[in-house]
């Protein structure tokens, strides 16, 4: 005889049964603390600083408003990741130490990244490495301009309120380049192929510009022409802003005096010494190198004077700083031309001037923390 009974399904004879992974057992135990290793933590990541530059970024809009300045030419109906889903990608991917665009390809599935592009981890993948490359290529040389005012115009709308006067430090930096790039030249005193921009921070350290140039020095015409388009977008923030402009030689031309002159802004540059400029000083670097030989020789002897004079290229004469220096390697002299009427020539120079240097430090750590000199690509627009 047969009985036939039901079949039950397999999950109400086998109920489920969740196991936890155990501990890896046998480590010795440090300063009385055991030491305790599983391998159930799912995913994990270093990354965890991207939420807070998703917040920052999202405050400041950065990717919306550099997108604004693109004109997408894909098919609307076929676009997956927008033109500001791209830029913020890319700009946490720098932020998080991944410069390089190849990275893309294994970064748009990470959990953190995609958490930070406001997806979920079961969502669509973020942007592969052709798209951002496609994206890095699209802007032509009016774009950039765009481009570059915007990012003035968040420079200006980082300020809590309207400054009455504010510093702007502007200086070049050498960029090593080892490819064909467009626009790279061949720098004698580096004795490589690269870029030189230029690059403006403010005098509290704050980021305004910068502009990618062959690695050459600067002229004066050139010099002109940046600092115009770059008073022009602070100005048409801040009409009424006073601007106070440090830079070393390279951007003391007569061009650059007399716009500065013609433009309400003042300056404090650099002067290449000449015989002209040495004559003023020469007295002085004799009594100051007497009296360091008659000190101790355990400090250096510094002094100031100040006159009136002009190169020869020069519309009119102007307030020139000397600063002296004696020391066990014989007498240094610099020179600074400023348009300020007042402050003494010590105060101007150490207090004033010097100032600047904190500028390369910051330029340093623009190339070292967001790879602002990673310049690989062929096209120089891209760079």
């Known amino acids: ?56 970024e999202q405050r400041l809009d950065v ?45 748009r599935t990470d959990p953190m990244f995609k958490l930070a592009m ?57 960029d090593a380049v080892h490819g ?50 770059l008073l022009r977008q602070i100005r048409a923030n801040w009409p ?7 830079a070393d030689s390279h951007y003391c031309g007569p061009e650059v005096l007399s716009w500065c002159r013609a433009n309400r802004v003042d300056y404090l540059l650099g002067v290449a010494p000449t015989s002209t400029l040495r004559r003023h000083v020469e007295r002085l670097e004799a009594s100051t190198a007497m009296r360091f030989a008659a000190s101790d020789g355990s400090t250096k002897l510094r002094r100031f004077t100040e006159f009136y004079d002009g190169a020869a290229s020069w519309d009119r004469v102007e307030r020139i700083i000397a600063r002296v220096e004696a020391g066990p390697d014989g007498v240094d002299t610099r020179f600074i031309v400023t348009s300020l009427p007042s402050g003494s020539a010590r105060t101007l120079y150490e207090r004033r001037y010097c100032q600047r240097g904190q500028a390369e430090h910051h330029i340093k750590s623009w190339k070292r923390h967001l790879a602002a000199d990673r310049t690989s690509c062929i096209q120089a627009t891209a760079n």
């Open 240 to 246: 009424r802003v006073e601007i106070l402009l440090r």
């Open 63 to 107: 990717a919306g408003r550099l997108a604004a300045c693109l004109t997408d030419p894909r098919d609307p109906d076929r676009v997956v990741h927008g033109l500001d889903e791209i830029i913020r990608f890319r700009l946490l991917m720098i932020a998080a130490g991944y410069e390089d665009g190849n990275d893309a390809d294994r970064l």
């Open 118 to 174: 406001a997806r979920l981890e079961g969502e669509t993948a973020l942007c592969s490495q052709p798209t951002i490359s496609r994206l890095e290529n699209l802007p032509d040389t009016r774009t950039l301009l765009r481009m570059g005012q915007t990012m003035v115009d968040l420079y200006c709308s980082s300020f809590r309120q309207v400054p009455r006067r504010i510093v702007l430090d502007v200086d070049d930096t050498f």
């Open 180 to 229: 064909a790039q467009q626009m790279r030249l061949f720098n004698a005193h580096h004795d490589e192929y690269g870029f030189q921009p230029i690059v403006v921070f403010d005098g509290e350290g704050r980021f305004v510009t910068a502009v990618l140039r062959p690695a050459k020095r600067p002229s004066g015409r050139e010099v002109r022409a940046f600092l115009r388009r």
């Open 1 to 56: 005889m047969w009985v036939l009974t039901p079949i039950l399904p397999i999950w109400s004879i086998m109920p489920a049964k969740v196991e936890t992974t155990p501990a890896l057992p046998g480590l010795s135990p440090v300063g009385g603390k055991p030491v305790i290793a599983r391998f159930d933590g799912g995913h994990l990541s270093s990354d965890g600083g991207l939420l807070v530059l998703r917040e920052i």
